[in-house]
Nanobody
Framework: QVQLVESGGGLVQAGGSLRLSCVPS????????MGWFRQAPGKEREFVAT????????YYRDSVKGRFTISRDSARNTDYLQMNSLKPEDTAVYYCAAETTFSTGFSVVPGQYDYWGQGTQVTVSS
């Protein structure tokens, strides 16, 4: 079992920045990748970014490339999503997720992840 606790959401003006944190616990050795997803009201949950545990390789959806950075601080046992140049369309509940299976490519759909955080609200005002 893996538990994920996330934090860092809030209200920010367009152009501002936020850093989301996700702390995994439990059987963390089983994690193969961490991902971030978001869900806006009335919308389906969509992929944001992912990072592989072993290689540290990352992948982002096109709309956040150059603005968001996913990273891992192993010393603090924390995964981060640094969000810069935020836009109103980034407004959503953001979820961190843990994948425990091995995949050949980057996992970009919710069903590929096995554990989820509770979600944290990010609101970007215009």
């Amino acid at each position: 079992q893996v538990q994920l606790v996330e934090s860092g959401g809030g209200l920010v003006q367009a152009g501002g920045s936020l850093r989301l944190s996700c702390v995994p616990s439990g059987r963390t050795f089983s994690i193969t990748a961490m991902g971030w997803f978001r869900q806006a009201p009335g919308k389906e949950r969509e992929f944001v970014a992912t990072i592989r545990r072993r290689s540290g390789s990352t992948y982002y959806r096109d709309s956040v490339k150059g603005r968001f950075t996913i990273s891992r601080d192993s010393a603090r046992n924390t995964d981060y999503l640094q969000m810069n140049s935020l836009k109103p369309e980034d407004t959503a509940v953001y979820y961190c997720a843990a994948e425990t299976t091995f995949s050949t490519g980057f996992s970009v759909v919710p069903g590929q992840y096995d554990y989820w955080g509770q979600g944290t609200q990010v609101t970007v005002s215009s």
